[in-house]
């Protein structure tokens, strides 16, 4: 039995390029493994280095630049001397920037930049095919209790904002972080009422949490399979019509939640496609997921035969959804223009 029949058989994935513009970060959540301190592994990359991977992924045939960074690096001084190096009063002027000129270069880019204002947002819209900001949990949890960006109802606020501004969001929810399975039913009421509202949640990510070294949580365990799939089924269940993407890497690929939890990772594929998900999000030939480094991403290959013996069609997708892809209230101009070189008539990935 099909568990997804408005997608059909089809499965969907894009291929793109992880730019980490900087790992400078106001908020210090108790499992992050990407924030660093100035004194300690920081970096902010140079417009001259995300370009020359941009192109690099451009030539290997990726159509996603994915921009992900700390929120608000700029309360720290090296984040501001390295923006005046450049050129730049402030980071969301940087990004609109490396957006616009990515996008020259034929990639769509999908920022992940945190909280960001009314302004900020249509600032970046111009230039994003699609952005995004976890929710995580509706409710607040211990861990984030020195991360005042990590508030709740601040991130819904953005994403109701990124709604009025008609802007293909993607959002979703960390597993295993001290939520109850309540808080992650509450959280998926919350994600589905804003889409009800504004129609612009393109997909919902179910993400478990991977303990960190050097971490307040360096010790804690993964979320079981079961948490995993039973998140994914109620996702399904409660957004029958939403695309709920899990991350490949952590499905048991090299080590991952489903493996550890006894299966391969063609089951884990399998596994999670008859729990609901349908889309396995961006994946890279070119760059790691600087979030979680210690789980590569299966190749382009291995996932589309790990989705074909599960019974499932692959069907590589542009950052912005083949739904809002062939809609032309949710892009800019420039955005529309490049999507048009890319897509094919289905909404999916041409070529």
Request: with cysteine; aromatic share 8%.
């Amino acid at each position: 039995m099909n568990p997804n029949p408005q997608f059909g058989r089809d499965v969907s994935y894009s291929r793109n390029v992880f730019l980490p513009i900087t790992n400078l970060c106001r908020n210090c959540c108790f499992y992050c493994g990407f924030r660093r301190d100035s004194n300690d592994g920081a970096w902010f990359m140079s417009p001259e280095e995300v370009l020359e991977l941009a192109e690099q992924a451009k030539a290997a045939g990726c159509s996603e630049a994915l921009l992900t960074l700390g929120e608000r690096p700029e309360v720290h001084a090296e984040a501001r001397g390295k923006l005046e190096e450049f050129g730049y009063e402030n980071t969301v002027d940087y990004l609109k920037s490396l957006c616009e000129r990515t996008l020259e270069l034929g990639l769509l880019p999908h920022t992940n930049a945190g909280l960001l204002s009314e302004r900020e947002l249509r600032h970046l819209r111009r230039f994003n095919a699609s952005m995004g900001l976890m929710l995580e949990c509706a409710a607040e949890l211990p861990v984030h209790r020195n991360s005042p960006g990590k508030n709740p109802k601040l991130r819904l606020e953005v994403i109701e904002v990124a709604g009025k501004l008609r802007i293909p969001f993607t959002t979703g929810l960390l597993i295993g972080v001290g939520e109850s399975p309540e808080d992650r039913a509450h959280s998926l009421l919350a994600i589905r009422e804003l889409h009800e509202r504004y129609d612009h949640i393109q997909e919902v990510i179910i993400q478990p949490f991977v303990p960190k070294p050097n971490t307040p949580m360096a010790n804690c365990p993964r979320p079981s399979t079961k948490e995993l799939l039973a998140t994914v089924a109620m996702a399904r269940s409660l957004m029958p019509q939403m695309n709920i993407q899990v991350p490949p890497n952590l499905l048991g690929h090299n080590g991952g939640v489903i493996q550890r939890g006894g299966y391969g990772f063609k089951k884990a594929v399998k596994a999670v496609l008859l729990a609901g998900a349908n889309d396995f999000g961006g994946i890279s030939s070119l760059t790691p997921d600087f979030i979680n480094p210690e789980d590569p991403w299966p190749s382009v290959a291995e996932l589309r035969a790990a989705i074909e013996r599960a019974g499932f069609v692959p069907r590589e997708r542009l950052p912005i959804y083949p739904r809002y892809a062939r809609d032309e209230r949710f892009m800019s101009r420039e955005v529309r223009k490049r999507v048009l070189q890319l897509v094919d008539e289905d909404g999916y990935r041409a070529g």
